[in-house]
Protein backbone atom coordinates (compact mmCIF):
# COMPACT_ATOMS: atom_id res chain seq x y z
CA UNK A 1 0.00 0.00 0.00
CA UNK A 2 1.46 3.36 -0.31
CA UNK A 3 0.93 6.88 0.47
CA UNK A 4 3.19 9.91 0.97
CA UNK A 5 5.90 11.03 3.11
CA UNK A 6 6.13 15.31 2.29
CA UNK A 7 9.59 16.45 2.29
CA UNK A 8 8.35 20.04 3.30
CA UNK A 9 10.04 23.24 3.75
CA UNK A 10 9.87 26.69 2.94
CA UNK A 11 11.75 27.69 -0.35
CA UNK A 12 15.44 28.29 0.04
CA UNK A 13 16.06 26.08 2.94
CA UNK A 14 17.51 22.84 1.62
CA UNK A 15 14.56 20.65 0.21
CA UNK A 16 16.60 19.91 -3.14
CA UNK A 17 19.86 19.41 -1.25
CA UNK A 18 17.97 16.40 1.12
CA UNK A 19 15.88 14.98 -1.90
CA UNK A 20 18.88 14.63 -3.72
CA UNK A 21 20.60 12.68 -0.46
CA UNK A 22 17.50 10.84 -0.67
CA UNK A 23 17.72 9.75 -4.03
CA UNK A 24 21.44 8.64 -3.56
CA UNK A 25 20.91 6.55 -0.64
CA UNK A 26 17.64 4.57 -1.95
CA UNK A 27 19.44 4.21 -5.31
CA UNK A 28 23.00 2.93 -3.21
CA UNK A 29 24.45 3.86 -6.72
CA UNK A 30 28.48 3.59 -7.35
CA UNK A 31 28.05 6.91 -9.27
CA UNK A 32 26.31 10.62 -8.16
CA UNK A 33 22.67 10.60 -8.76
CA UNK A 34 21.55 12.98 -11.83
CA UNK A 35 20.48 16.25 -10.26
CA UNK A 36 17.53 16.34 -13.13
CA UNK A 37 16.17 12.82 -12.65
CA UNK A 38 15.67 12.75 -8.87
CA UNK A 39 12.65 10.22 -9.04
CA UNK A 40 11.92 11.23 -5.38
CA UNK A 41 8.12 12.34 -6.86
CA UNK A 42 7.11 15.30 -8.17
CA UNK A 43 6.70 18.70 -5.91
CA UNK A 44 2.59 18.60 -4.20
CA UNK A 45 2.16 21.88 -6.24
CA UNK A 46 2.42 20.44 -10.05
CA UNK A 47 -0.27 20.73 -12.33
CA UNK A 48 0.71 18.11 -14.32
CA UNK A 49 0.22 15.71 -11.41
CA UNK A 50 -3.42 16.97 -10.67
CA UNK A 51 -4.58 17.03 -14.28
CA UNK A 52 -3.31 13.02 -14.34
CA UNK A 53 -5.19 11.91 -11.84
CA UNK A 54 -8.30 14.16 -12.05
CA UNK A 55 -8.83 13.30 -16.17
CA UNK A 56 -9.04 17.12 -16.74
CA UNK A 57 -7.75 20.53 -17.18
CA UNK A 58 -7.26 22.36 -14.00
CA UNK A 59 -6.85 25.98 -15.88
CA UNK A 60 -10.20 26.18 -15.97
CA UNK A 61 -10.55 26.40 -12.30
CA UNK A 62 -9.41 29.24 -9.99
CA UNK A 63 -7.41 28.88 -7.36
CA UNK A 64 -10.02 27.56 -4.46
CA UNK A 65 -11.29 25.62 -6.73
CA UNK A 66 -8.39 23.66 -7.40
CA UNK A 67 -7.08 23.37 -3.50
CA UNK A 68 -10.23 21.89 -2.82
CA UNK A 69 -9.28 19.24 -5.35
CA UNK A 70 -5.91 18.33 -3.91
CA UNK A 71 -6.42 16.26 -1.13
CA UNK A 72 -8.18 14.36 -3.58
CA UNK A 73 -5.35 13.78 -5.97
CA UNK A 74 -2.88 13.14 -2.87
CA UNK A 75 -5.62 9.88 -1.58
CA UNK A 76 -4.71 8.56 -4.71
CA UNK A 77 -1.04 7.26 -3.99
CA UNK A 78 -2.78 4.98 -1.48
CA UNK A 79 -3.34 3.03 -4.59
CA UNK A 80 -0.11 2.50 -4.84
CA UNK A 81 2.42 -0.43 -4.65
CA UNK A 82 5.25 1.95 -3.11
CA UNK A 83 6.14 4.92 -0.97
CA UNK A 84 6.47 8.55 -2.41
CA UNK A 85 8.81 11.07 -1.63
CA UNK A 86 7.02 14.75 -2.40
CA UNK A 87 8.83 18.04 -2.41
CA UNK A 88 6.38 20.41 -0.66
CA UNK A 89 6.29 24.30 -0.30
CA UNK A 90 2.99 25.16 0.67
CA UNK A 91 2.47 25.38 4.57
CA UNK A 92 0.30 22.86 6.00
CA UNK A 93 -3.00 24.65 5.00
CA UNK A 94 -6.49 23.43 5.12
CA UNK A 95 -9.19 23.31 2.28
CA UNK A 96 -12.53 25.27 2.45
CA UNK A 97 -13.95 22.08 3.33
CA UNK A 98 -11.75 21.88 6.63
CA UNK A 99 -9.43 19.31 5.02
CA UNK A 100 -5.72 19.57 5.86
CA UNK A 101 -4.25 19.93 2.04
CA UNK A 102 -2.24 17.25 2.38
CA UNK A 103 -4.91 14.81 3.24
CA UNK A 104 -4.87 12.74 6.11
CA UNK A 105 -5.03 9.74 4.90
CA UNK A 106 -2.74 9.65 1.92
CA UNK A 107 -0.04 11.31 4.58
CA UNK A 108 1.90 9.14 6.30
CA UNK A 109 4.55 12.11 7.61
CA UNK A 110 6.64 14.96 7.00
CA UNK A 111 10.21 15.68 6.90
CA UNK A 112 10.28 19.54 7.92
CA UNK A 113 13.50 21.26 7.01
CA UNK A 114 14.10 24.69 8.65
CA UNK A 115 16.99 27.15 7.91
CA UNK A 116 17.59 30.20 9.85
CA UNK A 117 15.77 33.48 8.41
CA UNK A 118 18.20 35.47 7.76
CA UNK A 119 20.46 33.00 5.42
CA UNK A 120 16.56 32.60 3.33
CA UNK A 121 16.14 35.56 2.53
CA UNK A 122 19.26 36.65 0.45
CA UNK A 123 19.02 33.20 -0.97
CA UNK A 124 15.45 33.69 -2.09
CA UNK A 125 16.27 37.28 -3.33
CA UNK A 126 18.58 35.33 -5.64
CA UNK A 127 16.72 33.20 -6.46
CA UNK A 128 13.81 35.55 -7.33
CA UNK A 129 15.99 38.21 -8.81
CA UNK A 130 14.47 40.95 -6.29
CA UNK A 131 15.78 42.85 -3.58
CA UNK A 132 16.72 41.40 -0.62
CA UNK A 133 14.22 44.46 0.80
CA UNK A 134 11.50 42.64 -1.30
CA UNK A 135 12.51 39.10 -0.07
CA UNK A 136 12.03 40.50 3.50
CA UNK A 137 8.76 41.76 2.73
CA UNK A 138 7.68 38.13 1.50
CA UNK A 139 8.61 36.55 4.58
CA UNK A 140 6.94 38.91 6.82
CA UNK A 141 3.59 38.51 4.44
CA UNK A 142 0.84 36.44 6.46
CA UNK A 143 -1.12 36.29 2.98
CA UNK A 144 2.17 35.33 0.34
CA UNK A 145 1.52 32.53 -2.28
CA UNK A 146 3.71 31.64 -5.23
CA UNK A 147 1.68 30.73 -8.55
CA UNK A 148 -1.21 33.38 -7.40
CA UNK A 149 -1.59 35.48 -10.82
CA UNK A 150 -4.65 34.11 -12.64
CA UNK A 151 -3.02 36.36 -15.63
CA UNK A 152 -0.38 33.76 -16.56
CA UNK A 153 -1.15 29.76 -16.27
CA UNK A 154 2.61 27.71 -14.60
CA UNK A 155 3.13 24.30 -14.55
CA UNK A 156 2.29 24.87 -10.59
CA UNK A 157 -0.85 25.65 -8.99
CA UNK A 158 -0.92 28.47 -6.10
CA UNK A 159 1.28 27.63 -3.51
CA UNK A 160 0.26 29.49 0.20
CA UNK A 161 3.04 30.03 2.19
CA UNK A 162 2.12 32.05 4.72
CA UNK A 163 4.64 34.61 6.48
CA UNK A 164 8.02 32.58 7.04
CA UNK A 165 7.65 32.55 11.03
CA UNK A 166 3.60 30.99 10.07
CA UNK A 167 4.89 28.32 7.53
CA UNK A 168 7.09 26.56 9.87
CA UNK A 169 4.81 26.88 12.72
CA UNK A 170 1.83 25.32 10.34
CA UNK A 171 4.56 22.35 10.13
CA UNK A 172 5.97 22.01 13.10
CA UNK A 173 2.94 22.61 15.37
CA UNK A 174 -0.01 20.99 13.07
CA UNK A 175 -1.92 18.54 15.58
CA UNK A 176 -1.68 14.92 14.90
CA UNK A 177 0.82 15.14 12.04
CA UNK A 178 3.65 12.06 12.37
CA UNK A 179 6.94 14.78 11.64
CA UNK A 180 10.56 15.40 12.03
CA UNK A 181 12.00 18.51 12.19
CA UNK A 182 15.61 19.10 11.26
CA UNK A 183 17.76 22.07 10.41
CA UNK A 184 20.05 23.37 7.54
CA UNK A 185 22.95 23.83 9.31
CA UNK A 186 22.65 20.67 11.43
CA UNK A 187 22.45 18.84 7.89
CA UNK A 188 25.87 21.06 7.70
CA UNK A 189 27.49 20.98 10.81
CA UNK A 190 26.65 17.37 11.65
CA UNK A 191 25.77 15.49 9.07
CA UNK A 192 25.51 11.60 9.64
CA UNK A 193 23.55 12.47 12.51
CA UNK A 194 21.16 14.71 10.68
CA UNK A 195 20.88 11.91 7.48
CA UNK A 196 20.55 9.30 9.88
CA UNK A 197 17.48 9.95 11.69
CA UNK A 198 15.81 11.51 8.87
CA UNK A 199 16.88 7.97 7.15
CA UNK A 200 14.75 5.85 9.82
CA UNK A 201 12.45 8.69 10.23
CA UNK A 202 11.42 7.57 6.48
CA UNK A 203 11.97 3.96 7.03
CA UNK A 204 14.60 4.10 4.23
CA UNK A 205 17.91 2.01 4.87
CA UNK A 206 20.18 4.10 7.26
CA UNK A 207 23.16 1.72 7.38
CA UNK A 208 26.40 4.22 8.35
CA UNK A 209 28.58 3.43 4.98
CA UNK A 210 25.28 4.22 3.01
CA UNK A 211 24.47 6.99 4.15
CA UNK A 212 27.67 8.77 4.09
CA UNK A 213 27.87 7.60 0.45
CA UNK A 214 24.94 9.57 -0.12
CA UNK A 215 25.68 12.61 2.10
CA UNK A 216 29.45 12.87 -0.27
CA UNK A 217 27.01 12.23 -3.45
CA UNK A 218 24.79 14.85 -2.24
CA UNK A 219 27.52 17.21 -1.36
CA UNK A 220 27.46 21.42 -2.51
CA UNK A 221 30.59 21.12 -4.59
CA UNK A 222 28.97 17.45 -6.68
CA UNK A 223 25.15 19.43 -7.40
CA UNK A 224 27.40 23.02 -8.24
CA UNK A 225 29.66 20.50 -10.37
CA UNK A 226 26.47 18.90 -11.85
CA UNK A 227 24.62 22.23 -12.72
CA UNK A 228 27.42 23.81 -14.46
CA UNK A 229 27.82 20.81 -16.91
CA UNK A 230 24.06 20.46 -17.80
CA UNK A 231 22.69 22.88 -16.22
CA UNK A 232 19.36 22.47 -13.47
CA UNK A 233 15.82 22.29 -14.68
CA UNK A 234 14.80 23.70 -11.45
CA UNK A 235 16.95 26.70 -11.68
CA UNK A 236 14.53 29.72 -12.90
CA UNK A 237 15.17 31.03 -15.87
CA UNK A 238 16.43 34.20 -14.39
CA UNK A 239 18.50 32.83 -11.62
CA UNK A 240 22.15 32.81 -12.55
CA UNK A 241 22.74 29.27 -10.59
CA UNK A 242 20.51 27.30 -8.25
CA UNK A 243 23.13 26.22 -5.73
CA UNK A 244 25.05 29.37 -4.93
CA UNK A 245 26.81 28.45 -1.72
CA UNK A 246 25.53 26.08 0.28
CA UNK A 247 26.72 27.01 4.03
CA UNK A 248 25.36 28.93 6.97
CA UNK A 249 26.37 32.58 7.81
CA UNK A 250 26.60 33.70 5.20
CA UNK A 251 23.66 36.55 5.58
CA UNK A 252 27.02 38.32 7.83
CA UNK A 253 28.25 39.20 4.78
CA UNK A 254 25.27 40.52 2.79
CA UNK A 255 22.30 42.12 5.14
CA UNK A 256 22.25 44.96 6.59
CA UNK A 257 21.84 45.99 10.45
CA UNK A 258 18.54 47.49 9.55
CA UNK A 259 17.35 44.54 7.26
CA UNK A 260 18.88 42.11 10.27
CA UNK A 261 16.65 43.96 13.05
CA UNK A 262 13.38 43.53 10.44
CA UNK A 263 13.65 40.43 9.56
CA UNK A 264 14.07 39.52 13.78
CA UNK A 265 11.29 41.38 14.36
CA UNK A 266 9.33 39.68 12.18
CA UNK A 267 10.21 36.17 13.45
CA UNK A 268 12.17 36.65 16.66
CA UNK A 269 9.39 34.03 18.58
CA UNK A 270 10.16 31.70 16.44
CA UNK A 271 13.63 31.82 15.45
CA UNK A 272 14.49 31.93 19.32
CA UNK A 273 12.04 28.27 19.73
CA UNK A 274 14.74 26.61 16.95
CA UNK A 275 17.55 28.16 18.38
CA UNK A 276 19.25 31.17 16.04
CA UNK A 277 18.60 33.94 18.65
CA UNK A 278 20.29 33.68 21.68
CA UNK A 279 18.53 34.14 24.88
CA UNK A 280 18.90 38.00 24.62
CA UNK A 281 18.07 37.92 21.04
CA UNK A 282 20.92 38.18 19.44
CA UNK A 283 21.71 35.90 16.07
CA UNK A 284 24.08 32.91 17.19
Known amino acids: MGGI ?10 NTWFRTFLRNLIDDSSAPADINDL ?11 LDEVLGFDTAELDPDEVERLRPVVYRWSLRAETVGYHKIHDAYTHTADGEPLVSRDATLGAVYILRN ?10 HNQCSIDEAIAGMGDSGYALCRSRQRLTDQVRQRLLSWSA ?3 SWTDAPGLNRL ?6 MLDDPAATFTR ?4 LQVPDDPARVEKAIRFSG ?6 QEQEKGFRERPSRAAR ?3 QGRSGGWRDTLTAGQVERIIADHGAVMRRFGYLDTSGQPV
Open 5 to 14: YWLASYPKSG
Open 39 to 49: KTGGIASSRGW
Open 117 to 126: PLDVAPSVAN
Open 167 to 169: HVL
Open 181 to 186: VIRYED
Open 198 to 201: AARF
Open 220 to 225: FQELAR
Open 242 to 244: FFR
